[in-house]
């Protein structure tokens, strides 16, 4: 059997709970045809790059899945009739994460610190300091003088 990274986008109108079931639902129809989901992950609802029918966000869930390709098609076949899915994504990949996938992992806040150069001001690295008044050229300030004149 193959295995299967699987990316589902629900609507935002729904809720976690339906969400759930959603995935419960599609992780039946894959068990049905002879396949396993061993990892379910629940994302949480992001910001969407683009809007997808009239959605700007949406629910993010990832199943891991090891299944006979007639399975995964009959899944995502469910999947287009489904309303609340709004896009789907199955990738074909040689082995299955172990763990938490990268969305789910804890951002070290110590790394994200040092990253930026934190000066004697307090700001970041593409702080310049104060301006500097610039040297004025010659035709500049005759200019000036003769608009004061008028």
Same mark, same amino acid.
């Given at each position: 059997?193959? =295995?299967?990274? @699987?990316?589902? =986008?629900?609507?935002?109108?729904? %809720?976690?709970?339906?969400?759930?079931?959603?995935?419960?639902?599609?992780?039946?129809?894959?068990?049905?045809?002879?396949?396993?989901?061993?990892?379910?992950?629940?994302?949480?609802?992001?910001?969407?790059?683009?809007?997808?029918?009239?959605?700007?966000?949406? @629910?993010?869930?990832? =199943?891991?899945?090891?299944?006979?390709?007639?399975?995964?098609?009959?899944?995502?076949?469910?999947?287009?009739?489904?309303?609340?899915? =709004?896009?789907?994504?199955?990738?074909?990949?040689?082995?299955?994460?172990?763990?938490? %996938?990268?969305?789910?992992?804890?951002?070290?806040?110590?790394?994200?610190?040092?990253?930026?150069?934190?000066?004697?001001?307090?700001?970041?690295?593409?702080?310049?300091?104060?301006?500097?008044?610039?040297?004025?050229?010659?035709?500049?300030?005759?200019?000036?003088?003769?608009?004061?004149?008028?």
């Amino acid at each position: 059997m193959a =295995l299967y990274e @699987h990316v589902l =986008l629900a609507r935002q109108d729904v %809720s976690a709970q339906q969400v759930e079931a959603l995935v419960e639902q599609f992780k039946g129809i894959v068990e049905a045809n002879g396949g396993s989901v061993p990892k379910v992950e629940y994302w949480g609802v992001k910001s969407l790059g683009y809007r997808i029918k009239k959605n700007r966000k949406a @629910h993010y869930s990832l =199943l891991n899945i090891n299944a006979p390709a007639a399975a995964v098609a009959e899944m995502e076949r469910q999947m287009r009739i489904n309303e609340d899915v =709004l896009r789907f994504m199955t990738i074909r990949v040689e082995e299955l994460e172990e763990g938490q %996938s990268v969305m789910l992992q804890k951002r070290d806040r110590d790394e994200r610190s040092d990253r930026f150069d934190r000066g004697p001001g307090g700001g970041d690295r593409f702080d310049r300091g104060p301006r500097r008044e610039r040297p004025r050229r010659e035709d500049e300030a005759t200019t000036e003088a003769t608009a004061g004149e008028a």
